[in-house]
Protein backbone atom coordinates (compact mmCIF):
# COMPACT_ATOMS: atom_id res chain seq x y z
CA UNK A 1 0.00 0.00 0.00
CA UNK A 2 1.60 3.39 -1.20
CA UNK A 3 -1.72 5.52 -0.45
CA UNK A 4 -4.35 6.33 1.90
CA UNK A 5 -7.33 4.39 1.34
CA UNK A 6 -9.16 7.43 2.54
CA UNK A 7 -7.95 10.53 1.10
CA UNK A 8 -5.34 9.28 -1.09
CA UNK A 9 -2.42 10.65 0.02
CA UNK A 10 1.11 8.99 0.06
CA UNK A 11 2.39 10.56 3.13
CA UNK A 12 2.10 7.81 5.08
CA UNK A 13 4.47 7.20 8.63
CA UNK A 14 4.72 4.59 11.05
CA UNK A 15 4.69 4.79 14.73
CA UNK A 16 5.49 2.98 17.86
CA UNK A 17 3.05 2.55 21.12
CA UNK A 18 3.25 1.19 24.30
CA UNK A 19 0.18 -1.08 25.31
CA UNK A 20 -0.99 -2.09 28.71
CA UNK A 21 -1.62 -6.12 27.44
CA UNK A 22 -1.96 -7.36 31.83
CA UNK A 23 -4.80 -6.61 34.25
CA UNK A 24 -2.85 -3.72 36.58
CA UNK A 25 -3.76 -0.63 36.52
CA UNK A 26 -1.96 2.04 35.28
CA UNK A 27 0.99 2.72 37.33
CA UNK A 28 1.01 -0.54 38.84
CA UNK A 29 2.11 -2.18 35.71
CA UNK A 30 5.06 -5.21 35.28
CA UNK A 31 7.60 -5.13 32.62
CA UNK A 32 5.69 -7.98 31.16
CA UNK A 33 2.47 -6.45 31.12
CA UNK A 34 3.70 -3.78 28.28
CA UNK A 35 3.82 -4.37 25.15
CA UNK A 36 4.27 -3.27 21.78
CA UNK A 37 2.53 -1.59 18.75
CA UNK A 38 3.16 -0.37 15.59
CA UNK A 39 0.85 1.83 13.76
CA UNK A 40 0.90 3.03 10.09
CA UNK A 41 -1.27 6.26 9.67
CA UNK A 42 -1.54 9.00 7.21
CA UNK A 43 -0.05 12.13 7.63
CA UNK A 44 -2.87 14.01 5.84
CA UNK A 45 -6.07 12.93 7.07
CA UNK A 46 -5.46 11.14 10.11
CA UNK A 47 -6.39 7.45 9.21
CA UNK A 48 -5.21 4.56 11.02
CA UNK A 49 -4.11 2.31 7.88
CA UNK A 50 -2.68 -0.65 9.69
CA UNK A 51 -1.27 -1.92 12.93
CA UNK A 52 0.84 -4.99 13.52
CA UNK A 53 2.13 -6.08 16.91
CA UNK A 54 5.77 -6.10 18.29
CA UNK A 55 5.59 -9.80 17.74
CA UNK A 56 4.97 -9.67 14.58
CA UNK A 57 7.69 -7.24 13.62
CA UNK A 58 9.79 -9.61 15.12
CA UNK A 59 8.71 -12.38 13.05
CA UNK A 60 9.00 -10.18 9.91
CA UNK A 61 12.74 -9.11 10.53
CA UNK A 62 13.33 -12.52 11.33
CA UNK A 63 12.17 -14.20 8.29
CA UNK A 64 13.99 -11.87 6.81
CA UNK A 65 17.40 -12.53 8.46
CA UNK A 66 16.82 -15.88 7.46
CA UNK A 67 15.98 -15.26 3.81
CA UNK A 68 19.34 -13.15 4.16
CA UNK A 69 17.89 -10.07 2.94
CA UNK A 70 19.20 -6.80 3.39
CA UNK A 71 17.36 -5.64 7.08
CA UNK A 72 17.15 -2.41 6.55
CA UNK A 73 13.75 -0.46 8.36
CA UNK A 74 12.89 0.54 4.93
CA UNK A 75 12.38 -2.85 3.16
CA UNK A 76 11.12 -4.47 6.83
CA UNK A 77 7.89 -2.04 6.32
CA UNK A 78 7.62 -2.37 3.31
CA UNK A 79 7.14 -6.09 3.85
CA UNK A 80 4.52 -4.92 6.34
CA UNK A 81 1.95 -3.61 3.96
CA UNK A 82 2.37 -6.10 1.42
Known amino acids: MKNCPECGSNKLSWCCQKVNVGMAIHGRLCLHEIG ?3 VLGCDEC ?8 GDDIAAIMTDMLIAKDQLTLTSMFAKLIE
Open 46 to 53: SETIDTKS
Open 36 to 38: VIF
